[in-house]
């Protein structure tokens, strides 16, 4: 279900550094089983715990494996933070808790644990609230039991059953408000402001401006080496579908010479290459292949607003740095400001999760984020900007989520290339549209997307059960 509109998003909800490949189905769960080791030790029982069961339910049951899910809690239960933890670690850690029946909880408790009877993929069973549904038992040596209930929400954010959606942090009250995209116009009309300092002005209620920029800087740190270390990263993907890595042949294939020993020389080269249509539509693919093989592949990436459309914003932000003008740090922030916002009001109107609404929910919205940030940063008004957003959503409509054995491989990979250059092109229809004759607000159709994800079939939500998934059966080897 759409999350209430009282709620107060930061750029840093929208944006968050995990490890791919799914934000709903790795970063979510990883995040809910930190939470329940916390309360283990808040509540004095961590020490107490002799073992611990895990069910999954819904889409994180049909898809669970190829989206990582076990892998994240398992992680998370160890003590682990997706932020700050070593990717090459994760097969040597995840073997090492299968081969020896152990769990190190929090990395101070060592239980038993059998990967195949503790693990429990509920493929026939879902939940209420959202079909991304776990529940985590934890079982004491005085004979208690502990269970909690999350869901995993989209774009990482994770709720506990029964919670109240209301925070302390996320009910501050801010100077400007906003719910909807006419609540933003109405205060960047009022004001004078743009997009990006109207939401600045909200951020600087929870940290001061230095804080916030510094924050933004190191989102983009993360995307830039993320998008050069796809570039420089050959092979083919795990997960038993044998997809071949294609952002480094095409950067090689596109930089004749290829001797760029850092990121910074790299992508002055890639300015270089030439400003023709089809060298710029090969460098905007290639950006976006780049962020979405490594996600893939377990790297480092930022939800955007999800892993699974995390290349779509880097590849349109890169495409403005390499190819429209010199960027500097205060574009750069404006850049993701304003894409931050567009997400946030997609969050509170509808939904950031495949499992609820389809791709729509992750291509269609960084789309529609990726369209307006350029549109701001390229001198639009606040009207276009928003105009930007509601083109690159509208025809995302009804776009479904069916991932090939459910990897987030086939199609989605793919997937943030196409939403990358539309992006491009609904920020073009609305710098060269008088905004004022738009026929369609964003706020239509931020309902229409929502209304499209109700009447969706379930099949198409995250499951593979429908569409490619079914179409192209393949049977991956047992892991």
């Known amino acids: 279900m759409s999350v209430a509109v009282e709620e107060r998003i930061s750029v840093f909800d929208i944006f968050k550094i995990g490890i791919g490949p799914s934000s709903s189905h790795t970063l979510g769960p990883w995040r809910a089983a930190e939470q329940f080791v916390a309360q283990l030790r808040n509540s004095g029982n961590l020490g107490k715990v002799i073992s611990i069961k895990i069910l999954l339910y819904g889409s994180l049951a049909k898809t669970g494996k190829g989206h990582g899910t076990d892998v994240a809690i398992l992680l998370g239960l160890s003590g682990y933070d997706p932020v700050t933890f070593d990717v090459n670690k994760i097969d040597q850690d995840i073997e090492q808790i299968k081969s020896r029946k152990q769990l190190n909880l929090s990395e101070s408790q060592l239980i038993d644990f059998d990967y195949e009877n503790d693990l429990y993929f509920l493929f026939s069973e879902s939940l209420p609230y959202h079909p991304n549904g776990m529940t985590l038992q934890a079982f004491l040596n005085d004979g208690k039991a502990l269970s909690e209930t999350y869901y995993s929400i989209g774009g990482g954010f994770v709720i506990k059953e029964n919670d109240d959606l209301a925070t302390d942090e996320n009910s501050v009250d801010l100077p400007f408000p906003i719910d909807k995209a006419s609540d933003l116009l109405h205060w960047c009309l009022k004001t004078g402001l743009k997009v990006s300092e109207v939401v600045m002005e909200n951020e600087c209620v929870w940290r001061g401006e230095r804080e916030t920029r510094n924050g933004v800087l190191n989102i983009f740190r993360i995307m830039k080496e993320c998008v050069y270390r ?250």
Not at 416 to 435: F, V, W
Request: charged share 15%; proline share 4%.
């Open 230 to 479: 796809g570039c420089h990263t050959s092979g083919n993907l795990p997960g038993g579908l044998n997809v071949s890595r294609r952002a480094a042949t095409l950067n090689k294939k596109l930089i004749k010479e290829n001797p760029y020993s850092n990121y910074d020389e790299w992508l002055k080269a890639v300015g270089q290459t030439g400003s023709d249509f089809s060298n710029i539509l090969n460098w905007v693919s290639c950006f976006a292949l780049a962020v979405n093989e490594e996600n893939a592949s377990f790297g480092r990436v930022v939800t955007a607003p999800t892993n699974g459309a995390a290349g779509v914003v880097p590849a349109v932000l890169h495409y403005f740095i390499a190819f429209c003008q010199d960027a500097n740090d205060d574009k750069i922030i404006q850049f993701l400001l304003t894409a931050s916002e567009i997400g946030s009001i997609f969050k509170k109107g509808a939904t950031l999760s495949a499992a609820m609404g389809g791709c729509q929910a992750e291509i269609g919205v960084s789309s529609a984020m990726a369209a307006a940030a350029l549109t701001e940063v390229l001198g639009g008004s606040q009207r276009q900007v928003l105009m930007a957003a509601e083109i690159a959503m509208e025809h995302h409509l009804g776009l479904t989520c069916d991932p090939i054995a459910g990897l987030v491989q086939v199609p989605c990979i793919e997937r943030n290339t196409m939403g990358a250059i539309k992006a491009i092109t609904a920020s073009q229809l609305a710098l060269q549209t008088n905004p004022d004759h738009a026929k369609v607000s964003l706020d239509a159709v931020v309902k229409t997307m929502w209304q499209t994800a109700l009447d969706m079939n379930s099949k198409y939500k995250e499951t593979s059960d429908g569409g490619l998934a079914v179409n192209i059966p393949i049977s991956l080897p047992e892991c």
